[in-house]
């Protein structure tokens, strides 16, 4: 069966304390990992989408890496306006394209 | 360009009443989705439809859940009756096919409270 798990659950971190966050998963081939960030109250925001491993992409002070079992969202010098609720997602290859979503990470950046 | 519309925003109905909701994809998207995502979760797809057509509705509870694309564009989802465990965010979203991965963008959901 098709599963994401995301670590930890939740994330408290001070102002510019990097860190990282965990999405793995087991699939039987996988088409795409996507990372997405909720704020409470929307609908997922879309960020990464990753493709194969060893693959790499950046947005700001977030980086997002993909190895065969696992991604990490690595979080640098991170800003009050960095919490959220991050969302990691796979589409299967063997799927119609339908994103099989862990439960997220809900991050807290004080300042 | 203008992002995917869903209404209500909220909804608030007793168990065993009915209720619809409605979606408006991104435009020039054929690929649409209903997600239902139940606090403290990630979203879980209920529908998924292709144009006009439904490809996968495997985890939708058809006793109760019904949805619908007229014209390939507007969707609307139907639950009749609700059930307290209905209680959740229902969103919707659209894709249109890309080279290797079919990338979703949400809208903003609409929450039921059952009571």
């Known amino acids: 069966e098709d599963q994401v798990t995301q670590s930890p659950e939740a994330l408290r971190l001070q102002e510019g304390e990097s860190s990282s966050l965990n999405c793995s998963y087991t699939?039987?081939?996988?088409?795409?990992l996507f990372w997405y960030r909720q704020d409470p109250g929307k609908g997922p925001e879309f960020l990464f989408t990753?493709?194969?491993a060893g693959e790499e992409k950046e947005k700001e002070r977030l980086k997002a890496t993909l190895t065969k079992k696992e991604s990490f969202l690595h979080i640098t010098a991170p800003k009050p306006e960095d919490s959220a609720t991050y969302l990691c997602?796979?589409?299967?290859?063997?799927?119609?394209?339908?994103?099989?979503f862990g439960q997220g990470t809900t991050l807290q950046v004080k300042p | 360009e203008a992002g995917v519309a869903q209404s209500p925003r909220y909804k608030i109905i007793e168990k065993r009443q009915s209720v619809a909701f409605w979606c408006n994809p991104i435009?020039?998207?054929?690929?649409l989705y209903w997600y239902q995502q139940i606090l403290g979760q990630g979203p879980k797809l209920l529908i998924q439809?292709?144009?006009?057509?439904?490809?996968?509705d495997s985890q939708l509870p058809k006793d109760r859940f019904s949805a619908e694309r007229l014209k390939g564009v507007d969707s609307t989802l139907k639950i009749q009756p609700a059930k307290l465990e209905d209680s959740a965010v229902y969103l919707c979203?659209?894709?249109?096919?890309?080279?290797?991965?079919?990338?979703?963008?949400f809208g903003p959901g609409t929450r039921l409270t059952v009571t």
């Open positions: 979203a659209s894709s249109s096919p890309g080279a290797v991965a079919y990338e979703q963008y």
């Open positions: 699939v039987s081939g996988l088409r795409g």
């Open positions: 990753l493709y194969s």
């Open positions: 997602a796979v589409q299967v290859s063997s799927n119609t394209g339908k994103l099989i």
């Open positions: 435009s020039g998207h054929a690929t």
């Open positions: 439809f292709q144009n006009n057509g439904v490809v996968d």
